[in-house]
């Protein structure tokens, strides 16, 4: 399985809505269908945020439990990874569907930084707050997962978040196999670079898994340069709505297809659902 | 010039006390001596954050006053450097100083992260906050700074922070010659070691003037990196109360001293204040 | 122009024959008809080896000059790059095509290496010779191409390779614009990883151009990772005989066909010839 | 042994001369004196040359054996570490002395090169000469080697030297522990930088052991570099004449003395030589 890349689909977000995309799903079941394009068109994992039903964001156990039945349904094998980010919700808030629900995976974020947004053109911020999560934050996210017995994907933004993860792992409290997101091109963070891609790749844990999660208009190249090097990557509608032409993407699953293209262009296969299982380490269903 | 390091010394920082460090200056007068000392032993650059006379910070502007007369008084020519960082103190309580003394430089932080210590030994964290330093607390500074005639030396604890410069440029309110410092070993920042520092200084914006601030144990190492590289390098006893064979410094004049050494040691010289005026391009007294 | 990639094909080579590749073309009319396939799909390099017409590779100044004739009448403007590689061949007999035609382009290797292919899976070398660019040979073929008014393409196959430009431009018969190739994969030179090329740009003398060269299967690989850091590239049967697919390719336009869609999936566009010459500051045609 | 570093001693080299340097020791008496000068000074390697008494390099077994007998009576626990290189000699004269004498090591160049010196004063090479190892021969002295019980120490002057180990691990025929040597700053090889150095380092084979050596003037910095990083280093006057402060080294002992400083000052401790032989897995004289 040396030559295998794990895809993920980052099925909807908080951010974009119908008006900018219309192919951006609300309802557990419109993203359960997006789920199902997403892996049909070859990706394994599916990360998720749930949505009320006129987009804005939920974070309820409930519409997370009906996402998870409807996921289910569609994609009885899909590895599932839910978000636990959000602002001005209580840390209970973000991590109780977790509790419930027990998935295979979820969102860490590890570390602090600007998060903002700059326009050349206008030469002005449009956003620009401090994404704050201090150790104590991170430990009680990560305590919750272990307890739930669902993997961090950990986000790092920097280099100095992959090294945040070396305490936790010292207390005992984060155990490997690891799985870490490089997310390239948030002002603030890294940049979207090949030479800090490799950078980053450089400072991981021995053994870790790792994905590329590439932000805007350079996320085809961080994909790219993350298939040279082996690395698995994440696409999907909340990280980027276009497609490498230019056009906007009518569905994850052509965002997906995309990947695949590449993947397989530059020699590597994308795993089955049931080949990502067994690559993290993950339950595989019994057949 | 091309083979000069300029020695910078952080005399005195806010958190050490006489308990932990006899050497450590409180009063005008006593920064005064030390900054005679190191910059007798190499420095060029002063870096002084205020006391009151039992140690604790002082913020207001006749204190960095008399620092100002008494450090003028014994080293003429020495480059100024004054903090603007501070916690729970107002921003305009952190720059009054800069306004009213125009010192040739001052601290400017470029961007946020975790700022925290942890103990292996006792498997807990013993600092955890979120140093936050978003944009518009960035442009406050750098605009007062802007209007002192005050060289802002970029302080920058990861690779984002580097790259938070790019906005600021593309506004026009920093421009070159670019000072930055790289900040190497802060836990929630970029770890001290070669290969980091060699990746930092990569990505500095063409013709930058750098230096390495390394933070307790590694400093010296990442000191001699540096000088490897034809960095420039701080040291002090804000920085680290230790001489390379583990005894404690005396006084700043030690410190810079065996900075010194190692400059010379590896080829290089330490440049007179004279001559760190030039290559900065800060004003050169007349004669 | 900012977003421009130039694409070099290497029409031929001296090893691979039809029994192979039947799409390797052999007679200048053969190599003419390749060139313009190539030219049509995106490239404006064409990088050439003479034949003899049974496949033997040739190096008289006649068979270069037919070569150069058909060339031209299909593709008038194409940048034109010469081999000067050869083994047991004179050095008057490997540049005198480049004294007769001054062609835009001419191949200078930069060192040397042992140039090596082993089998894993027979435990044994198949080739194994070292390949010898002392330094009073490369002064030879520049000098020659400097006085033939043709860029030295400069070929490094490992970091020492590119360094060996300083005392060139030190004794000022190497100038500006530099041409890189950064040959990736040659076992005795420094393997085709995204690492090593990102390694491999950062040693380049400021202002240069360059573009990787992947050979064998890591090609493809080599060419996205090229993309995405904003180099050039070269395909063409002379590198590398397999689509993406793992197809054999029928002619050089399908290499080039492949490659021009994977500018375009990074956000980049092949240049046509005419930018191209203007980027690298070669004679432009007058209309 | 964490905090551990290895010493090496080149004793004498061939092309230096009493002239030169009236330190340089020729007999197998002077040899083992400076042997001794090292080892006191904290070495734990040495590596050696033969020379003829008038200090023509000797290729001869008896005068290895007498240099042997005399280096074990004065240090009868250093490792030894003989040269295997030389021009215009046969192969099996380059080896005959590692058959004879089984030391524990020999140093294996591991690739081919341009091996230059370049004069900008007088902008001409003085040395342009093709270093030549073809696999064939890697394979013959390593197979030698192997016979006698002797590590290799691999001699790699740019990066494609590192992977140069590749066939030969699958092969069988090199196996760990591995023990390199990344020599920097010969022209035609890789430039003696500290980015170069972590470059080399990163692409290393796991687990392996490293000693940087640098050649000439830049040989305290690379020491340095490497010493940051943990590696081990090489000095003697084989390499380098001049103390870190330009003076001409008077005995290798002084060199291996300001290394030793170095070390300290970096916050390591140089090895004795049988806490090298427990790293390096050489065998440890029974008490
Ligand atoms: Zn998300
Ligand atoms: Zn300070
Ligand atoms: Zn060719
Ligand atoms: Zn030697």
Redesign the interface.
């Known amino acids: 399985m040396n030559n295998k890349i794990i895809i993920s689909a980052a099925l909807t977000g908080v951010l974009a809505t119908r008006q900018q995309c219309p192919g951006i799903p609300y309802t557990p079941e419109e993203i359960a269908k997006e789920g199902k394009r997403a892996i049909d068109a070859g990706a394994s994992i599916l990360h998720i945020h749930a949505r009320q039903d006129n987009g804005m964001p939920a974070y309820d156990v409930e519409t997370y439990r009906r996402i998870d039945e409807e996921v289910k349904k569609l994609c009885p094998e899909a590895i599932i990874n839910y978000s636990t980010g959000a602002i001005g919700i209580s840390q209970e808030e973000r991590i109780h569907q977790i509790d419930a629900l027990q998935p295979d995976m979820a969102a860490l974020n590890m ?4 998060y ?1 947004i ?1 326009s ?1 053109k206008h ?3 449009y956003h ?9 934050d991170i430990q009680f996210f990560l305590e919750r997962m272990n307890k739930a017995g669902t993997r961090p994907e950990m986000e790092c ?4 978040h992959i ?2 993860a070396r ?1 936790l792992i ?3 409290i984060l155990e490997p196999p690891f799985q870490f997101s490089l997310i390239m091109g ?6 979207a ?4 891609l ?2 980053q790749v ?2 991981l844990p021995e053994g870790s898994h790792w994905q590329v999660i590439g932000i805007g ?2 996320q ?3 994909v ?2 993350a ?3 082996g690395g698995n990557i994440r696409v999907g509608l909340e990280d980027n709505l276009y497609m ?2 230019g056009d906007m993407a009518s569905s994850n699953g052509d965002l997906v297809k ?1 990947a695949t293209t ?1 993947v ?4 590597y296969e994308p795993t089955s659902v049931h080949e990502a299982r067994e690559i993290l380490k993950l339950p595989v269903k019994q057949d």
Chains 1, 2, 3, 4 share one sequence.
């Open positions: 570390g602090s930084m600007n903002a700059y050349a030469k002005q911020f620009d707050h401090v994404f704050a999560n201090p150790f104590k933004f920097d280099t100095g090294h945040n305490p010292d207390m005992g948030v002002l603030g963070g890294i940049p670079t090949t030479q800090n490799v950078h450089s400072q208009k350079k085809w190249r961080m790219a340069a298939i040279t090097m490498p032409n995309e590449l397989r262009t530059l020699g």
